[in-house]
């Protein structure tokens, strides 16, 4: 009977859709992940993507996991935490399977602070890492060393404590006007975020400068805050989970509720198919490199700020940030047609979030799997390139194949006939 | 001859634009305008526009400049300060003779406080008042009463020496790279200041905490900077001013050097005619208003923030800022056909104050009023409303006039022909 599984999937999906769009996040406070995720244990290691066997784990995810071990002091070396991950002692898990999403590597370890963002109507709640600074040298970028470890340090020990004694006085910041006012800055709200920042500095100094602490730790908290376009970043993804996770479970629908990528694969959830990944190899990454960067220098660690586009920001809302050009179709008038392409593998629109070239026609909104399958028009990625090394190498655009959103609807449909079947 | 008054005119305007265009302008100081302005004294008053005999002004910026008068302690009501004006003892004078501009009224008297914005390459200066708050009660829009006389006081007495030495301590505040940045996030730097308020936020917030102040005076004066998404405007028109005077006097230059209103009049200058206006009546204002603001409650007031179109923002800039579609051309892909049609009446483009949408094409620069006296195309300006009885009503497009640029080029013309003759 397809019709009838049509017209239920119609309604899942606008249901899912629904609570998306009428979620409110709000930005109440920064943890330590083991006190916020769900799930989370002290030998417990989160990273993005699909989840694999720590033999597979090669690369700058990798190297994350081990220095994670370290800084969490489950190891004295990076030798024995390899011992500790080989014999099950130390854990690698899916940060989207503990509430979470991550940047690039995405490794996220106990005691590390997370954003904690709240939809008070459908109590759903996202995480992810604070931003871990403008330095080439991050775990987030696959990089352990001493450097990183001091500068974990001061994030766990003293900007997390601050930022969360201010988040709660403050009783939390509202992240849907900021994204909505950023839409009208020129933020795609993935590769760009810098009106974003600023918005949210103008909103968080007050509180920073509430929080009784030594005046140079206030400054050093003002400073990080305000010191790199990107801070936004990690309080977008944390929204874009709250919101995917708000939909996620919904029976026989067919909307994406997460895209990530591993170092080996690239990976998507849809509401109806819960917690199982569909999955392919890594796509192309069509990068716009920093200056004196080649193509040999970049490598894939992993990464989930695609969550920004599940939520209808980043790449689908290309026509909002003409000043990525470069970094995204390479002109206005391709990041338009990007766009609209967008409304054809969507559900519908973001009520309030509004792209004003279109005449504040709202971000197109709810990735539909079953509209991507049928059209072979995939979601347009914004996405940045990480250096082997690490650091941050330029952005462009991740061309996702079709195969595992055609996977996750048969997915779907098998689900669908053996429930009329039973 | 005129293909050699031709040549003459274009090597002239080549010059005018290039100074304006390679101007560094960096926001010095706050001082007060009796101290910063040229030809200040304490009994005079600055006023928006082409000078006029004190009888003819009759609103708001009648209302303004007496209120100006009791402020200053020239005056104790306002009815002293009407027969002095009319006496002569106190003098009514055009802000733009006084490296200043002003907004709506414009009314400055010499106490208050004016930024000042210096470049070093031509050695040019301009000014303008401190942005007055956010209140309907403004003397910036006629308004003259104990709430406007207290918020005046404290701008003058706390705002101003505290900005001043914030100011100083950083050593200025470059506004070229500021104006480069709110370009690409969505400002026209008119009607729309809201990514450079932002910024210059996140560039002054440190200066502003260390100076020596009780911390409820600091935050104060932080709430001030960021409360408002214009508050840079009054910055910006200032750095107008100072590049628009240091074109200004270029011998046989048609480059416009200032648009400007008083109730009565739209004026323009141009680099070659010096001092002189060239004056029309006042031109048709397509705004949109406010929600429950109707035609009948609005009144010209004067107005020189089109200092901001004269050196390639505002209405010029119009793709720049799609958020003002509705306070502008109506739409998007008008507001580029307005940009498009600037670049036929201007001499060039700014190399680094760029347009994303059109490929990071540069603003159309220095408006030639001898392509607006051939052509007919005016320069497109985006202009605030007033309400009669104060306050900000809305915004909206002003239909300037070709005749006052007619006027001023013919004045050219007959000034060359002078000189050839003599």
């Known amino acids: 009977m397809p019709a009838l599984n049509s017209a239920r999937r119609s309604e899942a999906n606008a249901a899912a859709v629904a609570v998306m769009a009428e979620a409110d996040p709000v930005l109440t406070d920064v943890r330590p992940a083991l006190e916020a995720l769900p799930g989370m244990t002290p030998e417990t290691i989160l990273t993005s993507g699909a989840p694999m066997p720590w033999e597979r784990y090669t690369g700058g995810q990798r190297r994350a996991v081990l220095g994670a071990a370290v800084f969490e002091g489950l190891a004295a070396t990076v030798e024995e935490a390899d011992q500790l991950l080989h014999a099950g002692k130390i854990l690698v898990r899916a940060c989207h399977d503990h509430g979470c999403v991550g940047s690039v590597t995405g490794v996220t370890s106990a005691s ?21 600074g403008s330095d080439r040298q991050r775990l987030t970028y696959g990089v352990w060393n001493e450097t990183v ?17 201010a988040l709660r006085a403050a009783g939390g910041v509202r992240v849907k006007p900021i994204i909505r006012r950023a ?29 009784a602490a030594p005046v140079a730790t ?27 996770d708000a939909a996620a479970g919904t029976p026989h629908s067919s909307i994406v509720t997460a895209m990530a990528l591993s170092e080996q694969e690239f990976a998507v959830r849809t509401a109806g198919t819960g917690d199982q990944w569909f999955r392919s190899a890594i796509p192309e990454l069509r990068a716009k490199l920093f200056d004196g960067i080649t193509a040999d220098d970049i490598a894939f660690m992993g990464g989930e700020s695609l969550i920004t586009e599940t939520v209808g920001l980043g790449g689908l809302a290309a026509a909002a940030a003409f000043s990525l050009q470069d970094y995204s179709a390479g002109t206005a008038p391709a990041m338009v047609a990007a766009t609209e392409a967008m409304y054809g593998i ?36 914004h996405m940045g390139a990480a250096l082997r090394e690490g650091g941050h190498a330029g952005a462009g655009l991740l061309i996702a194949p079709v195969q595992p959103f055609q996977d996750a609807l048969d997915a779907l449909d098998a689900l669908d006939r053996a429930e009329q079947a039973g």
Chains 1, 2 share one sequence.
């Open 218 to 244: 206030t400054r050093d908290v003002l400073a990080f805050l305000s010191g790199n376009d990107l801070f936004f970043l990690h309080v977008g993804m944390a929204t874009g989970k709250c919101l995917a």
């Open 183 to 211: 839409l009208g800055m020129g933020d795609d709200l993935h590769s760009r975020n810098t009106a974003a920042t600023a918005t949210l500095f103008q909103q968080l100094y007050g509180p920073v400068l509430d929080v």
């Open 149 to 165: 470890h001091q500068r974990l340090t001061w994030i766990r020990d003293v900007l997390a404590p601050h930022l969360s004694a």
């Open 346 to 381: 969507t559900h519908g629109e973001h009520p309030t979030w509004k792209i004003p070239y279109l005449g504040f026609r709202g971000v197109p909104f709810g990735i539909d799997a079953a509209l991507v399958a049928a059209t072979g028009v995939t979601p347009n990625i």
């Open 112 to 132: 590390m602070p997370v954003w904690v963002v709240t939809d008070a109507n459908s109590g759903s709640r996202g995480h992810c890492l604070l931003y871990e």
